[in-house]
């Protein structure tokens, strides 16, 4: 176990790999490391890199298991000025603690999104961002390979409520996993900025399938700028009443200039 965990945090250092120089446009805005996916889209033609890991602990039905994802990669593209488009892939293992049950690593489904701008906030009218992904299982290794692929779709919204602090909210519906029945979502969460680089954030979020028991979970966090466009995160949550005793995250992201002869750091 204590192998394992450090080869997690080690693949968090790898991820330190990616530098560019960087152009003033305003500090980098993530989707990541919480449930709630930002209302806000890449800047026309920038690439961001948002990665990092995760370990959970679940428990159901007499045994424990260890969940990690050692790289959950989301590459984002701002193609218009008004369209972003995503790609994201992870590797995985669980590792389950009862003799029946047999441990399983590999690539998960390629995912394909996009980020389409619907609304800027006006007042109390939020800003939204209609999100759409479909997941392909054909690029998952055999461990985690559905047979139907999998669709989600959301709505996005922001609420900024003063100089420092936001309110975040995302509604959506998926069928991920090969499931017979649709699942809806929701996501609410509440960021503060403490400084200009130190930002805290308190989230809920649930997964409601029509026909089983919905899961409701909680987590805390922070972000840490080290640059305009270099940020890194922590979380940590657990669940209500249900198999997710804890989970940690922790990640990188990188937005690359496309001017790198103009740089700018948070002061």
């Known amino acids: 176990m204590i192998k394992k965990r450090n080869l997690f945090f080690l693949s968090l250092l790898v991820q330190f790999s990616l530098f560019a120089q960087e152009e003033n446009i305003g500090a980098i805005s993530t989707d990541r490391p919480n449930a709630t996916y930002a209302a806000s889209m890449m800047n026309y033609k920038y690439l961001q890199v948002e990665s990092g890991g995760i370990y959970q602990e679940l428990e159901g039905n007499g045994y424990v298991e260890d969940a990690i994802t050692y790289n959950t990669s989301v590459i984002r593209y701002g193609l218009l000025t008004n369209l972003e488009v995503q790609a994201s892939w992870s590797y995985q293992e669980n590792n389950y603690h009862h003799r029946d049950l047999t441990s399983k690593n590999g690539f998960s489904a390629l995912h394909l999104a996009t980020k389409v701008g619907v609304t800027e906030q006006m007042g109390w009218v939020p800003k939204m961002t209609?999100?759409?992904?479909?997941?392909?299982?054909?690029?998952?290794?055999?461990?985690?390979?559905?047979?139907?692929?999998?669709?989600?779709?959301?709505?996005?919204?922001?609420?900024?409520?003063?100089?420092?602090?936001?309110?975040?909210?995302?509604?959506?519906?998926?069928?991920?996993?090969?499931?017979?029945?649709?699942?809806?979502?929701?996501?609410?969460?509440?960021?503060?900025?403490?400084?200009?680089?130190?930002?805290?954030?308190?989230?809920?979020?649930?997964?409601?399938?029509?026909?089983?028991?919905?899961?409701?979970?909680?987590?805390?966090?922070?972000?840490?700028?080290?640059?305009?466009?270099?940020?890194?995160?922590?979380?940590?949550?657990?669940?209500?009443?249900?198999?997710?005793?804890?989970?940690?995250?922790a990640g990188l992201s990188y937005r690359f200039s496309k001017n790198p002869s103009k740089a700018s750091e948070v002061k």
């Open 130 to 249: 209609l999100f759409s992904q479909l997941s392909f299982p054909f690029a998952a290794s055999k461990d985690y390979q559905n047979e139907t692929t999998g669709i989600e779709v959301r709505m996005l919204m922001n609420n900024d409520l003063s100089k420092r602090s936001s309110l975040s909210y995302n509604l959506g519906v998926n069928k991920l996993n090969d499931a017979s029945e649709i699942s809806y979502v929701y996501t609410l969460s509440y960021g503060y900025s403490i400084t200009q680089k130190i930002g805290l954030f308190a989230e809920v979020y649930a997964n409601i399938p029509e026909d089983h028991t919905a899961e409701h979970f909680w987590d805390i966090g922070g972000t840490y700028l080290l640059s305009n466009n270099f940020q890194a995160d922590l979380l940590f949550g657990t669940g209500f009443d249900n198999a997710q005793n804890y989970q940690i995250a």
